[in-house]
């Protein structure tokens, strides 16, 4: 069973920086041939994608974050990151890492991806 759980969450002002880390606990660092991707929920608006790897190891990062996101994993330790920079007041969200062995971020909808975190707030102050 896979159990992702998020961490480095925080509030931080405009500009400023963090990294999320996503591990998958039950895996006892095994590695693991899912895709993965992180997805944000802004207070009323719906979910979005923010950035997927598969299980190759390639990448895609959404338009909205590009240039100051970045979307990497450790395959040693099954724990996937996000390195945000020059953070923006919109970038404030709940922020969820997600796995699958068949959904693959940007050619299938959230809500096909089976395995999700429980979620990390991400604060951005102007």
């Known amino acids: 069973q896979v159990q992702l759980v998020e961490s480095g969450g925080g509030s931080v002002q405009a500009g400023g920086s963090l990294r999320l880390s996503c591990v998958d606990s039950?895996?006892?660092?095994?590695?693991?041939?899912?895709?993965m991707g992180w997805f944000r929920q802004a207070p009323g608006k719906e979910r979005e994608g923010v950035a997927g790897?598969?299980?190759?190891?390639?990448?895609i990062v959404a338009d909205s974050v590009k240039g100051r996101f970045t979307i990497s994993k450790d395959n040693a330790k099954n724990t996937l990151y996000l390195q945000m920079n020059s953070l923006k007041p919109e970038d404030t969200a709940m922020y969820y890492c997600?796995?699958?062995?068949?959904?693959?971020?940007?050619?299938?909808?959230?809500?096909?991806?089976?395995?999700w975190g429980q979620g990390i707030l991400v604060t951005v102050s102007s």
């Open positions: 039950n895996s006892g660092y095994k590695y693991r041939p899912y895709n």
């Open positions: 790897i598969d299980w190759g190891g390639s990448k």
């Open positions: 997600a796995a699958d062995y068949y959904a693959k971020y940007g050619r299938s909808a959230p809500d096909q991806f089976r395995y």
